[in-house]
């Protein structure tokens, strides 16, 4: 756990979240301000900080985030789609340093950025 680190907060319990999901190595839980029907936050329960910290030594937590990302979707009836974002420092409007991934979806997005 990272002092300060707002996601760490919530793993350990400290400060309260609208949880989907949870195993050994993730939680998931309901964005604040949601921006779709569907705003999910996927996280690692390890602190990575960003995407750019990803290495040898923590890749499994990201897998492990992609095996939740499956089961919510289905849980969440996004049968029809849904995206999943990751921004990554700054430039990439990443506000919270903790590595996350969010699950859009419940309407036809905008096939503007990517
Ligand atoms: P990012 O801008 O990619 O770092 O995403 C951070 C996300 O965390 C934003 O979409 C925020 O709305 C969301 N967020 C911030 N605080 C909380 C919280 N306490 N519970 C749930 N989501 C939060």
């Known amino acids: 756990m990272a002092n300060d680190c707002l996601f760490c907060k919530i793993i350990a319990g400290e400060?309260?979240?609208n949880k989907v999901y949870e195993d050994e190595y993730v939680l998931a839980f309901r964005d604040i301000?949601?921006?779709?029907?569907?705003?999910?936050?996927?996280?690692?329960k390890e602190?990575?900080?960003?995407?750019?910290?990803?290495?040898?030594s923590n890749s499994a937590?990201?897998?492990?985030?992609?095996?939740?990302?499956?089961?919510?979707?289905k849980a969440e009836g996004l049968d029809n789609g849904y995206r999943v974002i990751n921004n990554?420092?700054?430039d990439g409007g990443q506000t919270v340093m903790h590595l996350h991934f969010h699950i859009i979806?419940?309407?036809k997005l905008s096939e503007k950025v990517v």
């Open 15 to 17: 400060i309260p979240s």
């Open 88 to 90: 990554c420092g700054a």
């Open 61 to 73: 937590c990201v897998a492990k985030c992609f095996e939740a990302i499956a089961k919510i979707a």
């Open 47 to 56: 602190h990575i900080c960003c995407a750019n910290a990803v290495d040898e």
């Open 105 to 107: 979806g419940g309407m």
């Open 33 to 44: 301000a949601p921006q779709a029907p569907v705003h999910i936050l996927v996280v690692p």
